[in-house]
């Protein structure tokens, strides 16, 4: 393919937009300067052992370690002062910059030699830890099939009865989901979980430098979806200010189920690090998350914000000592700067042992706040600890021989409530997933094990999907189920067990349910059923 001469201002600036550890996701943005390109073609170097394996808006080549990149029909050609991009994924991470980068043959940097730095930080794509929660390390490859506008009528007309009593069922999606576990927000509508959610927290956006930033921008709002991929049944188009990806996609499905409220939550258990910062300058923060959130290409897709913070004035990843009134001075500055008619709610450590995470922050003073509280009630143990002893990660209530008292989800929601967080503004948490050993040798709780059991993600943890059939439940304890197999002990909840914390929500008064996360669910959605039947 032949390539037209680049004009000295023509630039391609390079981005990694996620890298989690073996592998990552970079983005190239091509700008046009004063005259138009009629054609480009990008050309770098990676480092010896580093490839990469896929890309979407343009033609890859190879030819050892120098990658070229040129236009695919719709994008060869920019207009002066244009700009587009393409992306792809490579191996393993780490990649911050390219060597040698040429844009028509001449500098990527618009004509110099200096090479061209990333504009944005690299970001870390989630990963699960205790009291964070399992997560997919992308082994798909994003695809974009150019479309042209259609005139497909919307298949989606949805039969909804949300929020059984008022209670609430609020559910987590992930961005990443969108990669090797291949879970989209039409799943929602195919599961029938939509017709039963009432908020969906989107995980995650990044919190870095003191502000909220986008977490994956090529998930978020740049994936393009076709026709049969998408929840309307009309495909993604590249008109100008055309909004894709996850985005988009949930967008068309609050116009087909308009209870649906959407919060975009910031943290998570990677990172959680940067609430530190905030901490530092409350406003700024609230300042910067405002303008993210209701920034004019989405603002009408989410409902307010999510504080995932892990864990204020404790330790998580790493440590915080901002001091107890820290997480109530976010909020309170959240509040400010968002105002009344936002939703801003807040998932929690659930630690209700004495002198615990709960005790190192002010929850109570800032409930007045937020809409409600999130107690994480899962991933209290695990094989993050991984001689043992078998536990249930997610016990309702103590037994007689759990490995730590307080560790339980009763605790906490006592705990809380002690200190003055109303009932009504406490949510009880359910994982949709469990947490496996493997070189076990009973069947009850409390044996020994000599790691953990292989998941299809991540050691220790599978989907309860997976689970119902791989191993399925031989017994009970402290209100959850567990399972023992080929010399597997797993822990998960069960429709009989979630109906069981579901009585027991409705019993303490609480103001429903939450769950990590959306893909863990079976196809027809069982436990976001038995959570929705439960709280009726």
Request: glycine share 14%; proline share 6%; net charge neutral.
């Amino acid at each position: 393919m032949g390539t037209a001469s680049a004009a000295a201002s023509a630039t391609a600036t390079y981005v990694t937009t996620s890298d989690w550890g073996n592998g990552f996701e970079g983005k190239i943005t091509v700008k046009a300067g004063g005259t138009a390109l009629n054609d480009w073609k990008v050309e770098f170097d990676l480092p010896s052992g580093t490839s990469i394996s896929s890309a979407w808006d343009a033609e890859m080549s190879r030819s050892g370690s120098r990658y070229a990149f040129t236009g695919k029909s719709w994008n060869k050609s920019l207009a002066a002062g244009t700009t587009m991009s393409f992306g792809f994924i490579g191996a393993p991470g780490g990649v911050k910059s390219l060597t040698n980068c040429k844009l028509n043959g001449a500098s990527c940097s618009g004509g110099g030699t200096t090479e061209p730095t990333p504009t944005a930080t690299p970001t870390v794509k989630p990963t699960v830890t205790p009291t964070a929660t399992p997560t997919a390390t992308p082994t798909a490859t994003p695809t974009v099939t150019p479309t042209v506008k259609p005139t497909v009528t919307p298949t989606v007309t949805p039969t909804v009865d949300p929020g059984p009593s008022g209670k609430k069922i609020v559910g987590y999606f992930t961005n990443w989901g969108v990669y090797g576990r291949n879970y989209h927000v039409k799943n929602l509508v195919t599961s029938g979980s939509a017709a039963k959610l009432t908020h969906i927290l989107y995980a995650f956006g990044n919190t870095t430098g003191g502000k909220c930033t986008i977490g994956d921008s090529y998930a978020d709002y740049d994936k393009a979806y076709t026709a049969d991929q998408s929840v309307d049944g009309v495909a993604d188009t590249w008109d100008t200010g055309a909004l894709r990806g996850n985005f988009g996609q949930l967008r068309k499905l609050k116009k087909a189920y308009p209870h649906i409220k959407v919060i975009w939550s910031f943290g998570g258990w990677t990172w959680s690090g940067g609430f530190t910062q905030a901490a530092a300058n409350p406003a700024a923060f609230a300042e910067s998350c405002h303008d993210l959130v209701e920034d004019p290409r989405w603002a009408d897709v989410f409902d307010g914000i999510d504080v995932d913070w892990e864990y204020p004035n404790a330790c998580g990843l790493s440590c915080d000592t901002s001091g107890p009134d820290a997480f109530k001075k976010v909020v309170r500055a959240l509040r400010a700067e968002f105002g009344s008619k936002a939703l801003i709610t807040a998932a929690t450590t659930a630690d209700g042992s004495g002198g615990g995470k709960i005790d190192a922050a002010d929850y109570a003073g800032a409930i007045g706040d937020l809409d409600w509280l999130m107690p994480m009630t899962y991933d209290y143990f695990g094989a993050f600890a991984p001689k043992g002893p078998t536990a249930p990660h997610s016990p309702l209530t103590s037994y007689t021989g759990i490995p730590q008292a307080g560790f339980d989800s009763d605790s906490a929601i006592k705990k809380f409530k002690a200190k003055g967080v109303p009932a009504s503004k406490l949510l009880l948490g359910i994982g949709f997933y469990g947490r496996g050993w493997s070189g076990v040798t009973q069947a009850a709780p409390g044996g020994t094990a000599t790691g953990a059991a292989q998941g299809t993600y991540e050691a220790g943890i599978e989907d309860y999907k997976v689970l119902k059939s791989k191993c399925p439940a031989t017994g009970t304890v402290g209100g959850t189920a567990y399972g023992f197999c080929n010399g597997e002990w797993w822990s998960y909840d069960t429709p009989s067990t979630v109906k069981g914390k579901m009585t027991y929500a409705k019993d303490q008064g609480l103001g429903g349910a939450f769950f990590w996360e959306t893909s863990g669910d079976t196809a027809n959605g069982e436990l976001i059923t038995a959570i929705a039947n439960g709280l009726k």
